[in-house]
């Protein structure tokens, strides 16, 4: 029998409603003959009034008892999940990450880390005919403490769960209805993908893609576990995320992505001996400034400059950090550029045909868009732009590579 694992969404999940329809959903792929284990996010069912409640009783609550407050959301959904499945005749049953088995590892901030799923605990319920509905994105550490997986936990621990009891595939439940090669709210005719490879998904997640977190797709990928995104309402074709894919229109760019509020640091230097590429982001990277995208500037009777990219939280810790390291960085100067925003290609059809960044460059500065910073790997070119021009490039690029939807 077919193993499959649903992560749900939170609309799944928001009112009565549609917790029944989606008992129903779950009820029609159990008539396939399918063993089924749904996977519950959390839902803020009760998260606001707890929070409020418990830093009334204290200033700084402990990390580990916030845990424990914010992982009882995920068990009520899915113990009301559980219920709309039994009032329908089937059998069903909810589990916490620590009935699951699911060990993780306590990391800063509370965001943990998989390490085991003990699948066996659900192969004996699917031998009961129940369908299996976790409370996702959390697991029990070696003390046995609740912790919570963090951004992404949720598609993770579908994956995990996928990987430890053999399932044919995962089903990620999101608002769109598939993997679009751009917003389809800010592009309007943005295409529907039938098929992406791992690699082009990863680049479009940490490109700003929100439809799956890159840290389950890199687990998907090392296992070699289907991923299909799917909408969370209705029953239509979704999007297969796997390793090799049959090329739609030999489309070389797959995807568009972007983000807003990009900062570009310059820092200058007297002479080329003083700009260490390696102090400046040694030392950044010890303060947790995550930095993207670099240029480094060296020429003949000129004073080098290395200029790179950051988000906008990071702006006041990276201004802080370098002030407080100037003089064993040894920089003359440090300017930063706000406003700014960063626009992406991705394709593996890239790799053999070059020639696609000149052609990204060119429609660029044929719509008077302004390039910044340049980033480039095998199969992604990304560039800093103005960010008032970010949806404007964004749609220029779909016409570009041909991603536009054919109108009938």
Known sequence: MINVVVKLSEKNLSTPEQIGETAKRLIEEKKFGRNVVAVVPSTELINGSLNKIAYTL?????????DAIHSTNAQIASSLLVIAIQKRGF?????????????????????????DVNGDVIIERFKKGEIVVVAGGQGIDEENNITLLGEGGVDTTAVAIA???????VEIYTELDGVYTGNPTEIKRARKLKEITYDEMLELS???????????????????IPIIVRSSTRNVRGTFIKGEIEMEKNLIVRGVAYE????????????LEKSSLANLFNTLAKHHVNVDIIVQSVMSEVKPTISFSIAKED????????????????????????????????GSGMVS???????????????????????TSEIKVSVVVPQDDMIHAANALHDEFGLLEELI
């Open 58 to 66: 204290s200033d700084r609550p402990t990390e580990r008892e916030l």
């Open 91 to 115: 059998k069903a049953l909810s589990l916490t990450g620590w009935q699951l088995g699911i060990k993780s590892t306590r990391k800063t901030g509370g965001n943990a880390r998989i390490e």
């Open 163 to 169: 990987k430890s009891i053999g399932a044919d595939r």
């Open 206 to 224: 940490y490109l700003g893609s929100n439809i799956v977190h890159p840290r389950a797709v890199e687990l998907a990928k090392k296992f070699e």
């Open 260 to 271: 807003t509020d990009i900062i570009r640091f310059t820092v200058g230097y007297e002479s």
């Open 315 to 346: 702006l006041a810790n990276a201004v802080k950090v370098l002030e407080d390291h100037k003089k064993e960085l040894g920089f003359q100067f440090a300017d930063f550029e706000v406003g700014l925003a960063k626009v992406s290609i991705v």
């Open 353 to 375: 045909n070059p020639g696609v960044a000149a052609r990204m460059f060119a429609r660029l500065y044929q719509e008077n868009i302004p390039v910044k910073m340049v980033s």
